[in-house]
């Protein structure tokens, strides 16, 4: 099972901004796509985006788009999730994982790529 940890939430005002970060635990990333979930009380854990492996390809959820920016630093092996604008119902814990390829792997689904068991998230809170 890939073994990642992510950080950087937090509390936020409506209108700010966070970036979160998602470190890989013994292996590197640069092969595989990842993505940003996000799971809200009482509500589906949902995709928000994803990036392929190179990093030349991204996609959003349309509720993130124009918003949110993933990126990737594979000499870090890390992989961020700038937050812009963050509205109310951008609350949720926010997670990241290794997700499937399409296209010879130029590009990124929003779907766990393994059956295993979720990180431990990172809380992001906006308030009103």
């Known amino acids: 099972q890939l073994q990642l940890v992510e950080s950087g939430g937090g509390l936020v005002q409506t209108g700010g901004s966070l970036r979160l970060s998602c470190a890989a635990s013994g292996f590197t990333l640069d092969y595989y796509a990842i993505g940003w979930f996000r799971q809200a009380p009482g509500k589906e854990r949902e995709g928000v985006s994803c990036?392929?492996?190179?990093?030349?390809?991204?996609d959003y959820a349309d509720s993130v788009k124009g918003r949110f920016t993933t990126s990737r630093d594979n000499a870090k092996n890390t992989v961020y999730l700038q937050m812009n604008s963050l509205k109310p119902e951008d609350t949720a814990v926010y997670y990241c994982?290794?997700?499937?390829?399409?296209?010879?792997?130029?590009?990124?689904?929003?779907?766990?790529?393994?059956?295993?068991?979720w990180g431990q998230g990172t809380q992001v809170t906006v308030s009103s």
């Open positions: 994982a290794a997700v499937q390829k399409r296209l010879m792997g130029r590009m990124c689904v929003m779907k766990k790529l393994d059956s295993g068991s």
């Open positions: 990036i392929s492996s190179s990093g030349g390809s991204t």
